[in-house]
Structure formats: C-alpha cells, structure tokens
C-alpha cells in the first residue's frame, strides 16, 4: 500500500497526476484551495481513500496546517506541483506577487520536503514539478523563472543529501501544457503548441513505478517543434 500526497491536485496538471497514480491500494492526499474542484476530482479517483487537503500555500501557516493534517504516517511519494505565474514586465512585479510566487513555489516544496523526506522509507520519491523556466530566462517571466530556478538549485542538492536514505529525487521540466494556469497569462499564445497535462502525468507515473533502486531524475518533456 502506498500513502502519496500531491500538492495543487484540484486542477491542471496536478489533477491529471492525481488520476494516473491513483489506484486501489493507494492512500491519496490531495491539496488544493478551490474546494469544489478538489471534491470533484475526490470523487473522480479511485483509491483505497481520498483525503482532501485544503490550504493555502502562499503562507507558512497553510503549509504547517497542511503539514498537519497529514500526520506522521509513513508517506511513498510527495509530489510538489501547486504553483502559480505571474507574467509581466519585472518593473510592475509588486511585493506582494513576489512574496506570492516565492511562498507557494519554493518556500512550500522546501518545508514539505524539509518535513517529510526524513520520515519517507528507502526507495520512496520526491517529485518536483519544476519547467523549462528552471533552465532558462524568459521576458516577463522573471518571477516565475526566479521561482523555479530557486526550486532547481534546492532540489538538486537536496536530490545527494537523499542518496544515502534511497529516498529518490525527480525534477519534471515541463514546457507550455494546456492548463488554466494561462488564464491570467496576458497575451495570444499558440494554444495548439501546448501539451495535454496527461503526457506530464505520464512521465511521472513512469518515474515513481521504476524499482526502487532506480532514480529517473530529471525530464524534459516539450513541443516536438520547440516551445512557445
Ligand atoms: N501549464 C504549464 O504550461 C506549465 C508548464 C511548466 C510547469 N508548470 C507547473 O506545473 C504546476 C501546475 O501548474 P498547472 O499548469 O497545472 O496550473 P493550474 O491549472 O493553475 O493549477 C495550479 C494548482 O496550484 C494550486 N495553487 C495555486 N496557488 C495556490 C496557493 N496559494 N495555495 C495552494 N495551492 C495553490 C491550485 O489550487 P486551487 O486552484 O485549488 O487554488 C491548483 O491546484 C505548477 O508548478 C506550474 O508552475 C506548468
């Protein structure tokens, strides 16, 4: 039986991982904030059971209270995915979009993966969904690419702090998928470039079912013609 906690699973790509690691002797934690959505994909997957995680992200306090609730059991699999994007010129980035991003994309995943990946047993997995914004600069996406360029250098070296335990370390570098997360993205982007969530899910999926001894650390999943 495995226990697998899934951060910003009410929608998007965490919803479609939600999907493909569920299963009938899994426990699943799902996270989100928007309480309808989460019930929805609750009721969607069939696991051994469903426990919903409603917090928000953004502040410390949500992380402990998410934290919280999960308990001290034993957890297989913690998939760091919730994230958001604020897209403008770096001059009109307020205090608060930048405390914003940094709380939710870096300063989440660290506490959780600070909290829990000592209590996880050899041959579990940490999942990082990170982007091809960890790798290289975009305009308008400083934040964003701040965020995740943090997220990278944390995770990689956290990644041979776990060697030693076994516990495994998997940074997914997806490009545009088609989320709502371009709700609040101004601008005309080429909606038919972007990949289905369900191809990120895919690869995780992939990665966590490998034997435990083998780590597939590091995916780049894109356009075959390029990104956007
Ligand atoms: N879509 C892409 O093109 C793309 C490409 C590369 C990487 N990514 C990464 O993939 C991950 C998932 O993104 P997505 O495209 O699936 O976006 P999405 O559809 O907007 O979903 C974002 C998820 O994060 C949660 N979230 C946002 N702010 C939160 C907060 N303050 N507290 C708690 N949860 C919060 C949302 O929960 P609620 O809706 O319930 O609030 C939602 O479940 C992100 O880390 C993103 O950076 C996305």
């Keep these: 039986m495995k226990r697998i906690l899934i951060t910003g699973a009410s929608r998007g790509i965490g919803r479609a991982i939600a999907e493909k690691l569920a299963g009938e002797d899994v426990d699943l934690l799902l996270h989100g904030r ?14 051994k059971s469903v426990t919903k995680l409603i917090h928000d992200l953004a502040t410390t306090r949500g992380v402990c209270d998410l934290i919280a609730q999960v308990g001290d059991k034993r957890l297989d699999v913690l998939v760091n995915n919730a994230g958001i994007a604020v897209v403008k010129p770096f001059t009109e980035i307020t205090q608060v979009e930048w405390e914003q991003t940094l709380g939710v994309n870096v300063t989440a995943p660290f506490m959780l993966i600070q909290h829990f990946a000592p209590r996880m047993p050899p041959g579990s997995t940490i999942v990082n969904v990170l982007s091809i914004a960890a790798k290289s600069g975009f305009p308008g996406w400083s934040a964003y690419c701040m965020s995740k360029f943090a997220l990278e250098g944390f995770s990689q070296s956290v990644r041979e702090e776990l060697r030693e335990h076994k516990v495994r370390l998997i940074n997914i570098y997806p490009a545009a998928t088609a989320t709502e997360i371009w709700n609040n993205v101004a601008g005309d982007w080429p909606t038919e470039k972007m990949m289905s969530p369900n191809e990120i899910a895919d690869a995780v999926a992939f990665a966590v079912s490998r034997d435990a001894d083998v780590a597939v650390e590091n995916i780049s999943i ?3 013609t390029g990104a956007l």
Excluded at 34 to 47: G, I, P, Q, S, Y
């Design 34 to 47: 928007d309480t309808v959505a989460l019930a929805e994909v609750c009721k969607r997957v069939r696991a």
């Design 222 to 224: 894109t356009n075959v």
